[in-house]
């Protein structure tokens, strides 16, 4: 997730088709049943009291604030921390010099303790790379039995992201289902449909029970994402890539893969009032878990707008948008052409600007132009 030199790149209408159909031919074959793992996890994950809430996304201590500054700032509003416990084979501590950053999987649990007891929801998140597999699986797993409500693993492809194969995919999700067969993991994409396709999605789709993608309406609002949908075949509103423009088409495009989808919104927004356009169309398409990119940049209106619009309450109807001159372009997401025929997946990326190659950790998204979205911290 971040903002690099590719993502000002423009794609060519060949490419893009050729990422296109890698996709549609990926999803063949998945299907989702009564006996799909994905539905005995949310049957036993209801039963074990793994309810829904909003969060914040946290990337460092020395960026975001202390353990207590956080905490203090979500006591009271539902809204759950996020916090990056670990980047490939590294605990957090190697790149967060601040002396609440996680040093191991007990750290962890001890986090969790602490924003529990204030009664904040803690949830993890993580960058895989494929470097050891069953390594990085076991590390999930660790923290989601330390104490963590779920984990989030933040799917990229490009430099300091995931760079394995998809038989790498599957050794890591079927370890980590082993370890934790019934445990909330997710993922977090970029959506964008020329960087979908840069991840192994049906294999890490099936061990997952969300996706999270990264829909950043003022930095992807550029020339070059612009051409990037119109290369994929939708239609582009007058204002370009606003909230809804984004959770339509992200709609469209995650829906074969079958599973909830929580999408995350541009904490640093330019005007925070979109947030109410944000979470209102979101409602409308039945996702109801919101989550902030990142909290060190958000301003608090924005987290206090998240405790009066709890999961599954109807947010405020924004109000209506001025009448488009003749001949303007529809905001609603629309299709040009028909896409590649898919098939239902079984299984199923969120966004931050590029990141720097190790030894820096990858941050969580925040894309900006064509191509590589990468963290953004």
């Keep these: 997730m971040g903002e690099g030199g590719v993502l000002g790149r423009t794609i060519s209408r060949r490419k893009f088709l050729i990422a296109s159909g890698a996709t549609a031919g990926a999803v063949v074959g998945l299907g989702i049943n009564a006996c799909d793992p994905y539905t005995i996890r949310k ?32 006591q009271g509003t539902g809204v759950g ?6 980047d490939g084979l590294e605990w957090m501590s190697k790149y967060d010099t601040h002396p609440d950053a996680v040093t191991s999987a007990s750290r962890a649990g001890n986090i969790a ?15 895989v790379r494929g470097e050891d597999p069953i390594r990085e699986a076991e590390m999930c797993a660790d923290v989601l039995a330390a104490g963590a409500r779920s984990v989030v693993i933040d799917l990229e492809g490009g430099s300091g992201f995931w760079h394995g194969t998809p038989t790498d995919a599957l ?39 969300a996706i999270w993608p990264q829909l950043y309406w003022d930095t992807f609002n550029t ?26 088409t992200t709609a469209q495009i995650l829906q074969p893969y079958g599973r ?3 999408p995350i919104g541009q904490g ?18 039945g996702q109801i878990e919101l989550s902030i ?45 028909s896409p590649t025929k898919t098939r239902t997946p079984n299984h199923t990326r969120t966004p931050r600007p590029t990141r720097t190659p190790s030894p820096t950790p990858s941050v969580t998204p925040s894309p900006s132009a064509t191509e590589t979205v990468t963290v953004v911290p």
């Design 113 to 127: 303790s602490y924003f529990e007891d204030r009664g904040v929801p803690f949830h993890a998140w993580c960058v």
């Design 293 to 337: 990119w990142r909290l060190g940049v958000t301003r608090a209106e924005t987290v206090q707008y998240l405790k009066q619009t709890p999961p599954g309450s109807q947010p405020a109807a924004p109000p209506p948008t001025a009448t488009p001159e003749p001949g303007t372009p529809t905001k609603t997401a629309t299709r040009t052409k």
């Design 260 to 262: 909830a989808v929580v």
């Design 223 to 248: 020339p070059g994402n612009h051409d990037g949908y119109r290369a994929a075949g939708f239609s582009l509103p007058a204002d370009g890539t606003t909230p809804e423009f984004l959770l339509d």
């Design 81 to 86: 921390a996020l916090l990056k416990t670990h």
């Design 171 to 209: 050794r890591f999700g079927e370890r980590l289902r082993t370890l934790s067969p019934y445990g909330r993991v997710d993922i977090s994409i970029d959506p964008r449909p020329w960087r979908i396709n840069l991840v192994p999605m049906n294999e890490f789709v099936a061990m997952s029970d």
């Design 43 to 74: 049957i036993q994950q209801t039963k074990d009291g793994v309810f829904l809430n909003h969060t914040a996304w946290v990337w460092q201590f020395s960026s975001d604030g202390s353990l207590e500054t956080v905490a203090s700032q979500l």
């Design 268 to 285: 640093a927004a330019a005007d925070p009032g979109m947030w109410g356009r944000f979470a209102y169309r979101a409602w409308e398409l």
